[in-house]
């Protein structure tokens, strides 16, 4: 099994800046992708950035120029640099994590983290 355990979530004033971060441990040897999705209030779960573990990353469109991720293998952890943040970014943010090179809706990773609260005032 692996587990995903998340920090860095918080408040902040739109324009601010947060960093995520996911550490993954137990059986790490099955990750290749890992990754943030988010889910607002009354919205369905959306991708926000994945990266694989040869460094390959993917973002949404509307995270793209303000999000950043990377990945650390010696520490089987990622993390992801928020900036210039939106009110409209203000959601669960879940760190997820599997054998597959890639994932959009995040159905096919395996393992996920409880989630982290990110809150944007305007």
């Known amino acids: 099994q692996v587990q995903l355990v998340e920090s860095g979530g918080g408040l902040v004033q739109a324009g601010g800046s947060l960093i995520l971060s996911c550490a993954a441990s137990?059986?790490?040897?099955?990750?290749?992708?890992m990754g943030w999705y988010r889910r607002a209030p009354g919205k369905q779960r959306e991708f926000v950035a994945t990266?694989?573990?040869?460094?390959?990353?993917s973002y949404a469109d509307s995270v793209k120029g303000r999000f950043t991720l990377s990945r650390d293998n010696a520490k089987n952890t990622v993390y992801l640099q928020m900036n210039s943040l939106k009110p409209e970014d203000t959601a669960v943010y879940y760190c997820?994590?599997?054998?597959?090179?890639?994932?959009?809706?995040?159905?096919?990773?395996?393992?996920w983290g409880p989630g982290t609260q990110v809150t944007v005032s305007s």
């Open positions: 990266v694989s573990k040869r460094g390959s990353t």
């Open positions: 997820a994590a599997g054998p597959v090179s890639f994932s959009r809706t995040g159905s096919d990773l395996d393992y």
């Open positions: 137990g059986s790490v040897s099955r990750i290749n992708l």
